[in-house]
């Protein structure tokens, strides 16, 4: 009902894949799930935190485990959208744990949301959780979160040494000023004597006159020399 | 010895007492939610403790190699304050997640119109979820409070071997165990039921559909009291299988019916955190 058309950040549809894992049992309860959840919306209270056991929690593919893309499946049968939806999704959120919260966030690229969905990505942004951070930016966040909070988010994960490979819109959504912040993480590293997170480089890269033209950095020459290296 | 405590409130204890219980052979709990001791005013604070029994609690038990499943429930005092009534609407979502292995504690604090349709209807939550229920017995009034849980747990149409009633003593143990029902034991320091008096029950009733627990809280109570009963037993002639049979394949038995106790070792690990959250200090 509520899935958006593919683009190329969209996360894989998760059904297929399912399938041809789960076994037959889970694969109908599944299937009855979605069912009653595209009746009643009410029943997603009771179906969504009971996926775990029933369907298994091994990883899918690069994007999914079983169990948060069985969970996509009863969030996208809602028959809601906009703000009915929106709410529905959030109360899950708020009632869910860690494995359900990361469940909500992967899918929120396939539900038609528009805004509405974005403090769910910011209260994870708020807290120390990696697993979550790094749902929480995925195609959502590079598509809806605004420029400030999106290098925010991108300069948390190089503090929680999240991969960047891991965050969805990089190479569209970096710029200029998310730049600066990153060399000037990268100089703050050098003075304290410690390395340079490799994957904060081909930012920096991008936009080379960050380094030198406004910040007068005793270690200026030494990053300069780690970007030349690398590249 | 391994023990299973089956009714004890961990949020209230140190990381010292899951170090004491877990040198007495204490290796899993389950923690029922309940009240505070001082009122909660709003649904909102049952919803940060129930996210608690689920999710900071058994990291921290996993900690001490201490396995944690919880029940959740509106408890019977809170279901007088109309504030706290639209839980009952919320606990769909909590009864069906993994750990939570019955619905409780419910029952009668002060035997009110209130609790009566508060006990009526999580009884039903428990049939709809296929949950046993854990069913505290009130401390005035006992035997009648007892009496009458019993009649309401019949009408509700649940099996009987589903419900355990808890902090028995020597008056109401009969008529429980006679329904079919489970008889739970809170053993606690001075007050109502000491570990010898619960020999004396276990030798006069034996020890099929019987679990001692400690109910240690906020309250004065000892989370050492399941070791300490197991100990008096053995003093008392029972052998180590009747010991076994009572502190840990009951509990087993009667939470089992959950479908839902996935008993494995838990194994400490420094590194772990909750929500990037953990125990250690002067760390993350
Ligand atoms: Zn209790």
């Known amino acids: ?231 | 010895m391994r023990i299973f405590d089956p009714h004890i409130h961990m949020t209230s204890r140190t990381t010292d007492d899951y170090e004491a219980m877990y040198a007495a052979g204490v290796r899993a709990v389950v923690e029922p939610a309940f009240w505070l001791g001082q009122p909660r005013t709003s649904p909102e604070s049952f919803y940060d403790y129930f996210d608690g029994l689920l999710g900071w609690e058994p990291y921290r038990a996993a900690q001490f190699g201490i396995q944690h499943f919880c029940t959740i429930a509106l408890n019977p005092k809170e279901a007088n304050d109309p504030r706290c009534l639209p839980v009952l609407d919320e606990l769909d979502r909590y009864l069906a997640k993994d750990r939570v292995v019955a619905v409780g504690e419910i029952g009668y604090d002060s035997m009110t119109p209130e609790e009566d349709e508060a006990l009526a209807r999580q009884l039903q939550l428990a049939i709809e979820h296929e949950l046993p229920a854990l069913v505290h017995t009130p401390h005035r009034d006992k035997a009648a409070g007892t009496r009458r849980t019993l009649d309401v747990v019949r009408e509700s149409g649940i099996a009987p071997e589903l419900v355990v009633l808890d902090h028995l003593n020597e008056l109401t143990v009969g008529m429980v165990l006679d329904s079919g029902c489970w008889a739970g034991f809170s053993i606690y320091p001075k007050t109502k039921m000491s570990e010898d008096r619960m020999v004396e029950i276990l030798k006069e009733h034996g020890t099929e559909r019987v679990l001692v627990n400690s109910a240690a809280d906020w309250g004065r109570s000892d989370p050492l009291k399941t070791r300490k009963t197991a100990d008096a037993m053995l003093a008392a002639g029972f052998g180590d299988d009747a010991v076994d049979e009572v502190l840990w394949r009951n509990p087993v038995a009667f939470y089992g019916q959950s479908g839902r106790l996935e008993l494995e070792e838990p194994k400490p690990d420094e590194e772990a955190t909750f929500r990037g959250n953990s125990i250690r200090r002067g760390g993350a």
């Open chain 1, 1 to 231: 009902m509520a899935v958006t058309t593919a683009s190329p950040s969209a996360p894989p549809d998760p059904h297929p894949a399912l399938i041809s894992v789960l076994d037959d049992t889970a694969r109908t309860w599944l299937d009855e799930s979605a069912a009653k959840v595209a009746a009643d919306p009410a029943a997603v209270r009771r179906l969504f935190p009971a996926v775990r056991r029933r369907c298994g929690h091994a990883r899918l593919d690069a994007y999914w485990t079983v169990d948060e893309a069985a969970r996509a499946v009863l969030l996208t049968a809602l028959p809601l959208r906009g703000q009915a939806l929106a709410d529905d999704v959030t109360r899950l959120h708020r009632h869910g744990d860690p494995a359900e919260q990361r469940a909500v966030l992967r899918t929120l690229p396939l539900l038609d949301l528009g805004d509405l969905a974005l403090p769910l990505v910011r209260e994870t942004l708020r807290g120390n959780d990696t697993t979550l951070i790094e749902a929480a930016l995925g195609p959502y966040a590079a598509a809806h979160l605004p420029d400030a909070e999106y290098r925010q988010a991108v300069l948390k994960c190089v503090f929680c040494e999240i991969p960047l490979d891991r965050v969805t819109g990089l190479d569209t959504r970096a710029d200029r000023e998310l730049a600066r912040m990153l060399a000037d993480f990268a100089h703050e590293r050098l003075a304290a004597g410690r390395d340079v997170p490799q994957d904060i480089l081909p930012v920096v890269r991008a936009f080379p006159d960050v380094i030198g033209a406004e910040l007068k950095h005793a270690l200026t020459d030494r990053l300069t020399d780690i970007l030349k290296e690398e590249s």
